[in-house]
């Protein structure tokens, strides 16, 4: 990675901080799964201190990226605290196979990069079966007529939405680790109706499609997470974009590389008036909401996209979006267990708009870890 000396000490110095910063909250996390410190999002919280999704929900989506976050930090400083708080979250994980009825396709992000990363990084066979196991969960859920992987359970059955273009990644690695091609085929096979079904001519992505069962074929697209019925919510633009760059890397598709620069060239159109994304890029310019987790999950697919193309445009959009981000919505007091602050679960929900969420923490870190030339690709 070629970064002005400036550019470098930038990197280092926030890198610096966020070790300072996790080093501390690490050791108050065990037997716990963080997800937001905000106190008005669950009864009896005190702001700026994690709630656990293991009491919660401990099927939550969102439970990998605790681990996740702890492997980043492991491989940049080798600091055994770290690897042993990503393996303690690992185990409490197991719980929610046990729950598996009440599982969805987020078990790419839950496991890709908590046990995924722990076996490749160790070997142990007990973090490759669990990893193993929840890439078979992810591959009972396609859809072998419509090409599709359904994202929920119930009676959505054809409900697809754009996040799991990051999930499928998980399919890639067990198509490798089995030497099986057909977890790829299912990725792909769902990369490519995503391409039809969800991202628009101009780069912009829906969020949730319902597709027909025995087609593949659109019959209702929903605003879900965002603003409207077919508007850009930013979150959603940013899975398109890290998403589909993921999927190049592991295929060499070249399509996928064109749909990850279309939905990125998007993306950026969007932001660089002051690098700051806001919730949903569609929406009435006022009142304004942000979401800073947006700018980090973009940023990070962004840097492999500069990195694939050598196009300095998306280095310096990162580059951009994580200092903006950074002047604007770092916490690195104590204060507050979590980094980032300014991130939005969903368009219309107050509770959960401009808080920390820890899958901000975890995208932001990752951007900084690329940015200091860690090479390994968690996804
Ligand atoms: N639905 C997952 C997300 O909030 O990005």
């Given at each position: 990675?070629?970064?002005?000396?400036?550019?470098k000490?930038?990197?280092?110095?926030?890198?610096?901080?966020?070790?300072?910063?996790?080093?501390?909250?690490?050791?108050?996390q065990?037997?716990?799964?963080?997800?937001?410190?905000?106190?008005?999002?669950?009864?009896?919280?005190?702001?700026?201190?994690?709630?656990?999704?293991?009491?919660?929900?401990?099927?939550?989506w969102?439970?990998?990226?605790?681990?996740?976050?702890?492997?980043?930090?492991?491989?940049?400083?080798?600091?055994?605290?770290?690897?042993?708080?990503?393996?303690?979250a690992?185990?409490?994980?197991?719980?929610?196979?046990?729950?598996?009825?009440?599982?969805?396709?987020d078990?790419?992000?839950m496991?890709?990069?908590?046990?995924?990363?722990?076996?490749?990084?160790?070997?142990?066979?007990?973090s490759?079966?669990?990893?193993a196991v929840?890439?078979?969960?992810l591959?009972?859920?396609?859809?072998?007529?419509?090409?599709?992987?359904?994202?929920?359970?119930?009676d959505?059955?054809?409900?697809?939405?754009?996040?799991?273009?990051?999930?499928i990644?998980?399919?890639?690695?067990?198509?490798e680790e089995?030497n099986?091609?057909r977890?790829?085929?299912?990725?792909?096979?769902?990369?490519?109706?995503?391409?039809r079904?969800h991202?628009?001519?101009?780069?912009?992505?829906?969020?949730?499609?319902?597709?027909?069962?025995?087609?593949?074929?659109?019959?209702e697209?929903?605003?879900?997470q965002?603003?409207?019925?077919?508007?850009?919510?930013?979150?959603?633009?940013s899975?398109?974009v890290?998403?589909y760059?993921l999927?190049?890397?592991?295929?060499?598709?070249?399509?996928y590389?064109?749909?990850?620069?279309?939905?990125?060239?998007?993306?950026?159109?969007?932001?660089?008036?002051d690098?700051?994304?806001?919730?949903?890029?569609?929406?009435?310019?006022?009142?304004v909401?942000?979401?800073?987790?947006?700018?980090?999950?973009?940023?990070?697919?962004f840097?492999?996209l500069?990195?694939?193309?050598?196009?300095?445009?998306?280095?310096?959009?990162?580059?951009?979006?994580?200092?903006?981000?950074?002047?604007?919505?770092?916490?690195?007091?104590?204060?507050?267990?979590?980094?980032?602050?300014m991130?939005?679960?969903?368009?219309?929900?107050?509770?959960?708009?401009?808080i920390?969420?820890?899958?901000g923490?975890?995208?932001?870190?990752e951007?900084?870890y690329?940015?200091?030339?860690?090479?390994m690709?968690?996804?």
């Amino acid at each position: 990675m070629e970064l002005t000396k400036e550019d470098k000490r930038w990197v280092d110095g926030v890198w610096e901080k966020i070790d300072n910063k996790l080093k501390k909250t690490a050791p108050t996390q065990r037997g716990k799964i963080p997800y937001t410190t905000s106190a008005k999002k669950f009864d009896g919280m005190t702001e700026g201190v994690y709630c656990d999704m293991r009491e919660l929900d401990v099927t939550w989506w969102t439970n990998g990226f605790w681990p996740g976050l702890m492997w980043l930090m492991y491989i940049g400083t080798k600091n055994e605290l770290y690897r042993s708080a990503a393996e303690d979250a690992e185990e409490i994980l197991d719980e929610a196979f046990a729950d598996y009825d009440r599982l969805h396709h987020d078990v790419g992000f839950m496991w890709h990069i908590s046990s995924g990363v722990n076996y490749r990084l160790f070997g142990s066979h007990k973090s490759k079966v669990r990893t193993a196991v929840a890439a078979d969960i992810l591959a009972s859920r396609y859809n072998c007529e419509g090409k599709y992987i359904r994202a929920w359970n119930e009676d959505k059955v054809g409900w697809v939405i754009i996040d799991c273009m990051m999930n499928i990644n998980l399919l890639y690695w067990a198509s490798e680790e089995f030497n099986d091609p057909r977890f790829k085929y299912m990725a792909m096979n769902h990369a490519d109706t995503v391409m039809r079904t969800h991202i628009r001519p101009d780069g912009s992505s829906n969020h949730i499609v319902n597709l027909d069962a025995k087609t593949g074929e659109p019959i209702e697209s929903f605003g879900g997470q965002g603003y409207a019925v077919g508007s850009s919510w930013s979150r959603g633009q940013s899975w398109a974009v890290y998403g589909y760059t993921l999927s190049y890397i592991h295929t060499g598709k070249k399509e996928y590389l064109d749909t990850a620069k279309k939905c990125a060239d998007y993306f950026i159109s969007r932001v660089k008036d002051d690098w700051l994304p806001r919730v949903d890029f569609c929406a009435p310019a006022e009142p304004v909401y942000y979401d800073s987790t947006a700018g980090a999950i973009a940023s990070c697919g962004f840097i492999e996209l500069y990195k694939i193309t050598g196009d300095s445009n998306y280095l310096d959009a990162a580059l951009n979006i994580l200092k903006a981000m950074e002047e604007n919505f770092c916490d690195w007091s104590d204060d507050n267990q979590a980094i980032l602050l300014m991130g939005t679960e969903r368009y219309d929900d107050e509770k959960g708009r401009h808080i920390s969420i820890i899958y901000g923490d975890y995208f932001f870190t990752e951007a900084i870890y690329k940015l200091k030339g860690f090479d390994m690709l968690f996804w």
